[in-house]
């Protein structure tokens, strides 16, 4: 075991199970996202969990810029965790950007991963014309980014406590900034910017590793459209469109989210690479 | 007293008509000076007060049952996804979140919100309030522009100071070559190379000399302090002994002390050691004594001190103090400052390039150490070095 990447990543791993299941957060979060969900798996499965270099409890003086521009450095990330717990027939979860990490991760070594299961995946969150719907325009993203500004080093962190002045409640000020996942304005930045900035259509078609993707309703960061799209898109994936609604069912819809893993997870792998849709 | 218990009864009757969560609010909701939301899990709306109905021109019609995010603008629609929801499921709590709302009209609305995610009657809903940011959020705007404005500043005088710095250096190389022509020719002419001299020739002779060595000595402490500034000294960092060092750099004022009839004495243990390098402790030192001989009266006196520093033991510290005529408090930090020289009733205006002790302080904090002054006008002065302890 490479304790450098573990310490570096925060890898944590539980479950009596010898098959690994590595979850893979999405941006703006870090692990604690699965706590809802992970429990299910922790009997039959080896649950592995991890923070992005730049996220929650993960080593910030590894955070490297050019390394994590782009997404390629997060699916860096996943194939280091893989190594250094050295994992084999990994089930790879991943949600919202983290679909497109686990991706590029199975394109560059297909052989150390079973499956993908993708929440919620987007390969393309910016609308391309004529035919191509992601969802949003540049300057959605450009709003999101503002919106972030305010919130990591706007109000909430930069000015809230100078303004504040609460010196008899420190933990007031502090709070918020435990609860955002990622404390650095500027790496949470280039998160955004390589997450939503990302094209990785031209990924899909080369994925040789069977893939459920769970669809939620009405989300509006990863509409059915998209859904659609990869499903037709990816080789050998699975379709299911949940009753949840949003873009977090693992939060607010965890026992859906239970079962529809379950169910794809008891499927033999040889028919989950059929590209049948399920409904 | 009858009155009151009434009037309690009120009170909670409202509070349990919102922990309801019927969709008719408590009329006090409704005139509270900022919006008030709940929505489930799924983000639907539950209620809505009047006031955020009238911030964004909707109907509670129009919003009920329809998403949260319906309310945002684009990009904090995805906030809510990506930060906002989390933070309510993980911490059952979100507070001073900023977002953008979306009005009826596409208009856009600065909010902070503050929101509670809790069990009611036997599903999760959260309830958020909304408080409208119109000054502050210019005020926001204008700090965080500021902050960008002055880091903008900070690399921009950063860098006319490296110009300024490169620019000194350079001039410096090339003021010295015809400066050094014009001494070597002068020393020609003074030896008769090209004829005999007269008297009156010589003397001139001698004052161009001078001239040409005063100019010298002025460029090359500007050209050592633009070497400092621009970071292009390399320090040779070594274990000293103070007294070794103390003893070796008197020989080189002493014509100067014996000059002007001053008495000097020396306390330094011999078991002092500093991490220094030599060439440049030993420049900080004589500068130090210069100046100390030159601002002192005909039958003064100097001294020098060597001590392991009072606050802290890894550190050491070399005090060179005078009698001399001291500088006034006011102006005690102006004689590190390059080009600086303290006018003072006391004493003629000394010749010098008004240098040395800035280059002086400089090289001591490039040793890792720091070169402070105490005086007390018409007594004297101290000058402390300060070096990590060796």
Known sequence: MNEAVVYRNNVKVFGSGKQPMLFAHGFGCDQNMWRFVTPAFADDYKVVLFDYVGSGKSDLSSYDAERYSTLGGYASDVLDVCHALDLHDVIFVGHSVSSMVGVLAANREPGLFERLILIGPSPRYINEAPDYVGGFERSDIEGLLETMDK????????????????????????????????????????????????????????????????????????????????????????????????????????????????????????????????? | MAKVPRESAELIDARERVADDRPVLDPLLDTAPCGFVSFDDDGRVRVANRTLLDMLGYSLGEVLDRHVESMLAVGSRIFYQTHFFPLLRLHGRADEIFLLLRGKSGE?????????????????????????????????????????????????????????????????????????????????????????????????????????????????????????????????????????IVMATMPMIEPQIAAKGLRYDVDVPLELKAAADREKLEQILLNLLSNATKFTHEGGALRIEGAVAPDRDDFVELKVSDTGVGIPSNRLELVFEPFMQVESSHAARVEGTGLGLSISRDLARGMGGDLTAESTLGVGSTFTIRLRRG
């Open chain 1, 151 to 279: 919130n990591y080093i706007g109000w909430a962190n930069f000015l809230a406590p100078a303004i504040m002045k609460n010196p008899e409640h420190p933990e007031l000020a502090s709070e918020l900034v435990a609860s955002f996942c990622s404390t650095d304005p500027v790496i949470a930045r280039r998160f955004a910017e390589a997450t939503f900035f990302a094209d990785n259509r031209s990924d899909l078609a080369g994925v040789q590793v069977p893939s459920l993707i769970m669809q939620c309703s009405e989300d509006m960061i990863a509409p059915n459209a998209v859904g659609e799209y990869v499903s037709r898109a990816l080789p050998g994936s699975t379709l299911r469109l949940l009753r949840a609604t949003g873009h977090c069912p693992h939060m607010s819809h965890p026992e859906e989210t239970i079962a529809v893993m379950r169910e794809y997870l008891r499927t033999p792998v040889e028919s989950g690479q059929s590209a049948a849709r399920v409904r």
């Open chain 2, 108 to 244: 856009d609305v600065a909010v902070l919100a503050n929101a509670v995610r809790r069990e009611r009657g036997g599903e999760w809903i959260t309830d958020a309030v909304l408080l409208r940011l119109v000054e502050r959020r210019k005020f926001e705007d204008a700090l965080l522009d500021a902050r960008h404005v002055a880091e903008l500043a900070v690399a921009a005088a950063e860098e006319a100071n490296r110009a300024k710095s490169d620019f000194l250096a350079m001039m410096s190389h090339e003021l010295r070559t015809p400066l050094n022509a014009i001494g070597g020719y002068v020393q020609l002419l003074e030896m008769g190379v090209h004829g005999p001299v007269t008297p009156a020739q010589a003397e001139a002779l001698g004052r161009v000399t001078r001239s040409q060595q005063h100019l010298l000595r002025l460029i090359n402490d500007i050209l050592n302090l633009a070497r400092i500034e621009a970071g292009r000294v390399d320090y040779d960092l070594q274990t000293l002994s103070l007294h070794d």
